[in-house]
C-alpha cells in the first residue's frame, strides 16, 4: 500500500508542475478557448516536468463540418 501512496503524490506534483508551466506559458488567460487551446492546456498539464526540458505540446485539432 506505501508503494501506491507515493506513486500518487508524485503523480500529482507531475500534474501541479505541468499546471505551473502552463500557467508561466500564459495559456489560462485567453477568454474564448477552443478545441485547440484546450487540447493545448491539457497537454502541457500531462507533461509535467518534461515542460522543463524543453518539451512543447501543442494540440492542433480540426473539427468536421456538419453535412448540408
Not at 40 to 48: D, E, K, N
Amino acid at each position: 500500500m506505501r508503494g501506491t501512496s507515493i506513486l500518487g503524490i508524485l503523480v500529482v506534483i507531475w500534474l501541479i508542475i505541468g499546471a505551473i508551466a502552463a500557467g508561466q506559458r500564459g495559456y489560462y488567460g485567453g477568454d474564448d478557448t477552443n478545441c485547440a487551446e484546450a487540447g493545448t492546456i491539457l497537454v502541457t498539464i500531462v507533461a509535467g516536468p518534461l515542460n522543463y526540458i524543453g518539451a512543447n505540446p501543442k494540440i492542433d485539432c480540426e473539427l468536421p463540418e456538419p453535412s448540408k
